[in-house]
């Protein structure tokens, strides 16, 4: 059997072992939506120390564990800290928690970021719902022998952010008179932040924000067939956007800044989408 595949298994053979949930959605907290577990009935946790093989995710602010729970009566799946492609890992280890999410039930993925932002307008704390990405900077995570009884060898990758999603959070966010900003996301390698000159590039390219995370994700759970949305939290201003250098304190204090409405703009879309789902 193929490696990946095979370690895909074995990872959702050890989940079954220990828990006995099944979610509708998969969210993944970045930085600023920590104490987002607060939201959550919780009725299991899974360290990923305890998931055979399993990557474990060494990022400051990033715990590393799966929470289970409900969030009113929507059963959900959290990662409370993403494997990043910057910690060495590789790529197909970077994506295995979104795909063994899918597994476990998950039929949407709720991505979350902290970013570097350059759209027009974007201030530090800005959020920007992502209506597209640029992958073309980060390993592709799909790239090896395709494994077909996760998806095609060449997924379509036209509408990866569901666009009625994108429509239920857009009507969240305007009943809720949080200011959403729009816009495409980059996905870099990291750890390094960005010169002047690629957030030039980036921008010209036609994207508003940039992170080390997310994109790689959101290709793995889109050949998998998860409906999928994303939403940023512009934590800085990129580089040759504002004096400031960049720096992982400014991130973390911007964060920290608007993570009361950040998790109330995920939690009500949560639910909006939930409802959707139970309902069908
Ligand atoms: N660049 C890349 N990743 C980031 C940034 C940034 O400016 N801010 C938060 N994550």
Do not use: W
């Not at 998931?51 to 602010?61: E, K, L, N, Q, Y």
Request: hydrophobic share 40%; net charge negative.
């Amino acid at each position: 059997m193929n490696q990946v595949y095979e370690k895909l298994m074995n990872a959702y053979r050890c989940f079954k072992e220990q828990i006995d949930f099944s979610p509708k959605i998969g969210l993944v907290l970045g930085s600023g939506l920590g104490s987002f577990a607060q939201e959550v009935d919780v009725k299991a946790v899974l360290p990923y120390s305890q998931i055979d093989g399993f990557p474990v995710s060494t990022a400051p602010g990033h715990a590393g564990r799966f929470v289970f729970g409900f969030i009113k009566d929507v059963p959900v799946v959290l990662m409370q800290g993403r494997i990043h492609y910057y910690e060495g890992y590789d790529i197909t280890d970077v994506v295995l928690p979104e795909r063994l999410m899918k597994l476990m039930g998950a039929e949407v993925l709720f991505l979350t970021n902290a970013a570097g932002g350059f759209g027009d307008g974007f201030t530090p704390g800005t959020l920007m719902m992502i209506t597209d990405h640029i992958s073309c900077f980060a390993p592709n995570p799909l790239v090896g022998q395709n494994i077909e009884e996760l998806g095609p060898r060449f997924p379509d990758m036209s509408d990866v952010y569901d666009k009625e999603l994108q429509q239920v959070i857009r009507q969240v966010a305007v009943r809720e008179r949080i200011d959403l900003r729009e816009g495409v996301y980059a996905q870099l390698t990291g750890p390094s932040f960005e010169t002047p000159a690629e957030i030039h590039m980036l921008k010209s390219l036609g994207a508003s924000a940039c992170g080390m995370s997310t994109v790689v994700e959101a290709i793995a759970a889109n050949h998998m067939g998860m409906k999928i949305c994303g939403i940023s939290c512009i934590t800085n201003m990129a580089a040759g956007f504002s004096d400031r250098k960049q720096t992982q304190e400014e991130v973390m204090e911007t964060a920290d800044r608007v993570e009361k409405v950040f998790c109330r703009l995920v939690r009500e879309s949560i639910l909006a989408i939930g409802r959707q789902i139970l309902a069908s």
